[in-house]
């Protein structure tokens, strides 16, 4: 009787390698879907990957709020129009092009910019303050570049670079107030922080209404739904200069991701690995002051964008600053836009501020986070 010699794992047939499916080092299948969330190392191809997601997304929902409104022009005519002002030429302009390219597409424009500003803004300021709820509208930089605005339409409403400039000021000015409040005897305290930016924020809303209340100019008055967060003045003949300024700001950001991860650890093993502290925290400090400033100054007030976005960046992709900078800044565009076109078609002929919409997002989570600080 013949022994059967055991067939060893080196002899038995393999399946072809272009017959078998992409796989990872387990074995498992590998879904583009599983690569495209898996938690890892911000690798070029997963930031590659991540951002052409994110991006084909918010050119998507970019066509649906140019599709949207308070009269819904249908998908086809949309993309007509859009062809012949990115492709080809206009021989006469129609209604439907009167309202997709000149009224909705400058605000769909000031949306996606407005909520990457913002979203980068909130991860700055979170990975310097090592504080996930840290955010532009709750330590009240945005609120101090709401009363910059204020004041530059007050004394110089004919300069058009004096809002953004006075916007500016404020969030700086206040950004570095509220960061000197937390400071005490034994360093900043998260409970502090939010505290300043709390009392501070408060502070300056009051000053705002109380500007707002003095002036006579009764066109004033209609600023306070603008201060709630508005993007139909579509960047009032600004909006080159806004987008301009967010565009070198978000690079200069995303310039600092690695410095910014090893902050992220602690200042002083920063220091031991060669970190020039102050002047990184400076450089983003100035750059989410900037930001902040710019927005606020043509859009109003949208708040929790900041806190929102880079917290659900991190929850998904992880923390690495190389990722969730331009993550960030692809979902807050996506976020704002989407809120932007709910506040538009729910109530429709009426509209709502952004601002309530983003908030009605936000709150619960900025609650939940509170619990876990």
Same mark, same amino acid.
């Given at each position: !009787?013949? %022994? ?17 499916? =992409? ?10 879907? $599983? ?15 991540? %951002? ?7 050119? #998507? ?22 062809? @012949?002002? *990115? ?22 424009? /000031?949306? /996606? ?59 700086? *000015? ?7 409040? +937390? $400071?005490?005897? =034994?360093?900043?305290?998260?409970? $502090? ?34 201060? !709630? ?7 009032? #003949?600004?909006?080159?200069? &806004? ?6 700001? +978000? ?21 031991? *690995?060669?970190?020039? &502290? ?17 927005? &606020? +100054? ?13 917290? /659900?960046? $991190? /929850? ?11 993550? @960030? ?30 908030? !009605? ?13």
């Amino acid at each position: !009787m013949m %022994c059967r010699r055991p067939v060893s794992s080196l002899e038995r047939p393999r399946t072809p390698v272009a017959d078998s499916p =992409t796989r990872l080092e387990g074995g498992s299948p590998r879904p583009l879907l $599983r690569v495209l969330f898996e938690r890892g190392p911000a690798t070029p191809r997963k930031v590659g990957l991540v %951002c052409a997601f994110l991006g084909a997304l918010a050119l #998507g929902v970019a066509f649906l709020a140019l599709h949207l409104g308070s009269e819904p022009i249908p998908r086809a005519i949309v993309g007509r129009v859009l062809w @012949a002002h *990115l492709f080809g030429r206009v021989e006469e302009l129609t209604a439907a092009e009167v309202i997709i390219w000149r009224i909705r597409a400058p605000r769909v424009v /000031l949306g /996606l910019t407005a909520g990457a500003a913002l979203a980068i803004a909130g991860a700055l300021l979170q990975a310097l303050l090592r504080n996930p709820l840290a955010e532009p509208y709750v330590l009240g930089i945005s609120g101090g570049a709401a009363l910059g605005a204020i004041v530059a339409i007050v004394g110089w409403g004919d300069v058009p670079w004096a809002r953004p400039l006075l916007a500016f000021v404020g969030a700086a *000015l206040t950004t570095a107030l509220v960061y000197a409040m +937390s $400071r005490g005897r =034994t360093g900043m305290a998260t409970e $502090r922080l939010v505290l300043a930016g709390v009392i501070i924020a408060t502070l300056l809303w009051s000053g705002i209404a109380l500007v707002l209340a003095l002036v006579p100019n009764p066109h004033l008055r209609g600023l306070v739904f603008w201060m !709630m967060g508005d993007l139909s003045g579509g960047g009032d #003949g600004v909006l080159p200069l &806004v987008v301009g300024i967010v565009v070198v700001a +978000s690079a200069v950001a995303y310039t600092q991701a690695r410095t910014l991860n090893l902050l992220m650890v602690g200042e002083e093993e920063a220091r031991v *690995l060669g970190v020039e &502290v102050e002047r990184v925290k400076t450089l983003a400090y100035f750059v989410a002051s900037l930001l902040a400033g710019v927005i &606020v +100054s043509v859009s109003g007030a949208i708040g929790f964008v900041g806190l929102v976005v880079p917290h /659900l960046v $991190r /929850l998904l992709w992880g923390a690495d600053n190389r990722l969730v900078i331009p993550a @960030a800044a692809l979902s807050g565009a996506i976020l704002v836009t989407l809120a932007d076109t709910l506040a538009r078609t729910a109530l429709a002929p009426r509209e709502l501020p952004v601002g309530a919409v983003t908030a !009605m997002l936000g709150v619960p989570i900025f609650i939940a986070l509170l619990r876990r600080v």
